[in-house]
């Protein structure tokens, strides 16, 4: 019997030729919509910065000043946050800490704490009419203003104290990970326990203290609520003055030009800093490395612990849940706001929604396109994460004001730019579940005869569920956190919760800001415990 | 000279019901290979540890050259000053060093020039010039267990522990290694513990091997004794293919149904004992009618070993060599020749 000439694509599988054309054309279609959605406001940014006559309008000077502050802003404020992620991961992770399990927990919830309502904390107490200069004022006789968190340090401050769990959870996972026989080696070779820390322990870490302490330096760069809150003049803040204040679009437009310049920047260079060290160290047979014994140290230790903590959680909702103050004056707030809730809920829902659904096509397409189209995909939905929201919210203003005037100033606008903001969290999280889903059962269903469609419905989807569960919570979150490109995008009257805590704490009407603050906590860290709670019960 | 000595060591791991080891006591001489060989979970690992210093025992002593590390109501000597090299079974290579800083590390004490010179003759000695700016994921597996190797032989240990080195190879590979890695001992004159559950590796590295089950000493002795009179049941199927042949005692020998051996031991008259018998030690004649019936065959390359029934049901193995084959259902007769007679009381 002849063999039958079987032509194969490369790419492609020979088994089912026209459903592989299909997924091919879907891949294309999918690249051309991600494409459509992320770069054209960036190029119309881009065309509007580049144009002769808005060179006049932002000096040189001063442009290199605003970026020398940013830069140093982020910068300590990422100083700031390692300082405080590092001891506290090595504490809960390697030590006999007391708690240091709670601990280990706590630690994690400044991430539920948006940081301009950290802002916002901060303000009510160390504030020029806050908590401490009214006690002291009263209390010496002398109204003077005693501590100021406004400014420069008050931004460092703040920014560092709500972004340290980016370090903080990549150098515990990186401490859980490590093979504990890497440093018994070391004490092998003549080092004590200090040297495999210094010479061992801490390279290891490095990787991770680098890429926590990247998140932590692009938080703090693209930040404008916070910030904005505490009157620092970064590029941010400077942006929405020229944008709201001065109504001078194309300064705008080259301020956020330069800011996205200086983000991919530092993106360019964490890939050169990184090079071709790798630090894969997990092994399959590692054990759990026995806790060190902190001795004498322990209650200094827990002090301090204690401290970062204090700081970072109980302090500020403690002021929260106290200016909130009662239930009744709570209730009106809610009344009152009622109509804003619905807006922050169908808003992000939707966008979670959408972002989700998005999130399974694109990471299947990017799985199956692999190689440069398929990187391509995810780098390009990538790129919408890195963008400011306020640059974001200029870039889908100066876009949709010269082209789609009938979507500028609608909703539609505003989840749209949720879903270039946090299509990536989606996209991620799919792709990293379908890596860990052996692709044996594609082949397997395949060879049943299954098309590649009704592999993703009937073999990953049900596969994928938890992952879907859970890239829906994480855009949920966001979304519903977001403040930046909201404040923009808004249409009149459409507020969201965040802007109205934001609008609430210009107006030194700081009870209501409280209020709302907690319901937005609430709301967010809701579905991050429902998850991690399913997860520890292997439900998800 | 005794190099190691471990005396009565028992060990208890927190939240364990069982001890990892109990009242165990082993020598190693120096410039001579121990090997710790049992099934995983036996505590033979843990022996290592406790040599190393990463494991202290409840009870018992531990003498490194003649040092007291461990017991004698002494603080333990902690593991960076005890003078061991270990190497592990992931390698555990420093990730963010390339093969020089590696090997380097354990010569901090030594001068620049020194250390250089050191690390340049060890990574010559396992084979590894011109690799020395790689880094440890840029290697094969073979080249990671050298540095591992080169590591710790740089700072010139009192003594190189291995744990299960060849486990992590392709078993091509495991065979080339294991020669490459006793040559280095025999060159540097390196006393060496070497834990596995191989009795083949074991076999082939040894001077001494020590038979662990289950946190117990089962026996200690040279390779032979321990494959020909095995000291215990379950050392004597560890270590290979052994059957187990009933037989009584009868006027002063064993009479069992392949024939009559000498009671070695000198059980009393009439007690049931056993007669250990290793497939090399019987072979098969073809005869009809015979005391025994082929009823299976494995092929092992040079050799064929045939499952035989004998008529009271009980089965025995016979290992041939592989040029001749006999079908199954032939009909044999027995000719058991046993240089080393073991005999074990009846279970």
Redesign the interface.
């Known amino acids: 019997m002849k063999e039958a000439p079987t032509i194969a694509f490369p790419g492609t599988l020979p088994a089912a030729p026209p459903s592989g054309w299909i997924a091919k054309a879907g891949v294309i279609g999918l690249l051309a919509a991600v494409g459509l959605l992320v770069l054209p406001p960036l190029v119309h940014l881009t065309a509007t910065a580049v144009r002769l006559e808005t060179v006049g309008s932002v000096s040189g000077p001063s442009l290199a000043l605003l970026a020398g502050k940013s830069l140093s802003l982020a910068g300590l404020s990422t100083l700031w946050a390692m300082a405080l992620a590092l001891p506290l991961a090595w504490l809960v992770v390697r030590t006999d800490l007391p708690f240091r399990n709670v601990g280990r927990w706590l630690a994690v919830i400044p991430l539920a704490i948006p940081s301009y309502i950290g802002a916002l904390t901060y303000i009510t107490l160390l504030g020029p009419v806050g908590v401490v200069n009214t006690w002291l004022g009263g209390w010496t006789g002398m109204p003077h203003q005693w501590v100021n968190i406004y400014g420069f340090w008050g931004g460092v401050f703040i920014l560092g104290l709500f972004t340290y769990p980016y370090i903080f959870l990549l150098v515990c996972g990186a401490l859980d990970t490590t093979?504990p026989?890497?440093e018994?080696?070391?004490?092998?070779?003549?080092?004590?326990s200090l040297?495999v820390f210094r010479?061992?322990t801490l390279?290891?870490l490095?990787p991770s203290i680098l890429a926590g302490g990247l998140l932590a330096f692009l938080y703090a760069l693209s930040d404008f609520g916070s910030l904005s809150l505490l009157r620092v003049h970064v590029f941010t803040t400077e942006i929405y003055h020229q944008l709201n204040t001065r109504f001078d679009q194309s300064a705008a437009a080259l301020l956020s030009f330069v800011l996205v310049l200086m983000t991919l920047g530092v993106l360019v260079g964490q890939r050169t800093l990184l090079g071709?060290?790798?630090?894969?160290?997990v092994?399959g047979?590692?054990r759990v490395a026995r806790p060190v014994s902190l001795g004498r140290w322990r209650w200094p230790a827990s002090a301090l612990a204690g401290g970062i903590l204090g700081l970072s959680v109980f302090l500020p909702l403690g002021v929260l849940i106290a200016q909130a103050g009662s239930a009744r004056q709570f209730a009106e707030v809610v009344r009152d706001q009622w109509g804003f809730f619905r807006n922050s809920l169908w808003t992000a829902g939707l966008a979670a929604t959408l972002a989700m659904v998005l999130g399974l096509l694109i990471g299947y397409a990017a799985l199956r396109a692999r190689g440069r189209v398929g990187a391509g995909l995810s780098g390009t939905v990538q790129i919408g994460y890195a963008i400011p929201g306020t640059v974001l919210g200029l870039s889908l203003i100066l876009l949709y004001n010269t082209y789609l005037p009938w979507l500028y100033g609608t909703v539609g606008v505003l989840v749209l730019a949720y879903l270039i903001r946090f299509l990536t969290q989606s996209v991620q999280g799919v792709e990293a579940a379908l890596g860990g889903i052996n692709p044996h059962l594609e082949e397997a269903a395949r060879s049943l005869a299954a098309s590649p469609g009704t592999v993703l419905r009937r073999i990953l989807a049900p596969l994928l569920r938890p992952t879907l569960f859970a890239v829906w919570a994480l855009v949920f979150i966001s979304a519903m956190k977001e403040l930046d490109a909201t404040l923009l995008l808004r249409p009149a009257g459409f507020d969201t919760l965040p802007v109205r805590i934001y609008i609430h704490t210009v107006e030194a009407e700081y009870a209501k800001a409280a209020v709302l603050s907690l319901i937005l906590i609430t709301l967010t860290a809701l579905p991050w415990l429902v998850m991690t709670r399913l997860r520890e019960k292997k439900i998800l | 000279m005794t190099l190691i000595e471990l005396s009565h060591i028992s060990l208890t791991y927190p939240n364990a019901a069982t001890p990892a080891l109990y009242d165990l006591s082993l020598r190693v001489e120096e410039g001579a290979t121990l090997s710790i060989l049992g099934p995983s979970g036996c505590g033979k690992t843990t022996v290592l540890r406790t040599i190393a210093g990463f494991e202290h025992p409840q009870s018992g002593q531990v003498l490194i050259a003649g040092r007291q590390v461990c017991g004698g109501g002494i603080r333990c000597v902690p593991p960076e000053e005890r003078g061991v090299g270990k190497v592990f079974q992931d390698y555990a290579l420093f990730p963010h060093l390339t093969v020089w800083q590696n090997v380097a590390f354990g010569l901090r004490r030594e001068g620049k020039p020194a250390a250089d010179r050191t690390v340049e003759e060890t990574l010559g000695l396992v084979g590894l010039g011109g690799l020395e700016d790689r880094y440890p994921h840029e290697l094969s597996g073979g080249q990671q267990q050298r540095v591992a190797i080169a590591r710790a032989l740089a700072p010139k240990p009192i003594v190189l522990l291995l744990d299960e080195p060849f486990s992590n190879l392709d078993p091509d590979m495991r065979g080339q290694m294991r020669e490459e890695v006793q040559e280095i001992l025999r060159r540097t004159g390196t006393t060496a513990v070497v834990v596995t559950h191989d009795h083949d590796e074991a076999f082939a590295m040894a001077d001494r091997i020590a038979v662990l089950n289950s946190g117990r000493l089962e026996q200690f002795d040279n390779p032979e004794s321990i494959y020909h009179t095995p000291s215990t049941r379950f050392v004597a199927t560890f270590v290979g293919q052994a059957d187990f042949l009933l037989g009584r005692v009868e006027d002063g020998k064993i009479h069992t149904e392949t024939g009559i051996f000498p009671n070695v031991d000198g059980h009393p008259p009439g007690t049931a004992v056993e007669v250990m018998i290793r497939p090399d030690d019987i072979h098969i004649v073809p005869a009809s009618p015979g005391g025994a019936q082929i009823v299976g065959r494995q092929f092992r390359g040079s050799e064929n070993l045939y499952t035989l029934l004998l008529p009271s049901g009980q089965h025995l193995h016979s290992s041939e060599s592989s040029t001749t084959v006999y079908p199954i259902g032939t009909t044999v007769d027995l000719r058991v020749v046993a240089t080393h007679i073991v005999l074990f009381p009846t279970p």
Do not use: D, Q
């Open positions: 093979n026989a890497i018994e080696s070391a004490r092998t070779l003549g080092e004590n040297g010479r061992v390279p290891m490095r071709r060290r790798s630090y894969v160290t092994t047979t590692a």
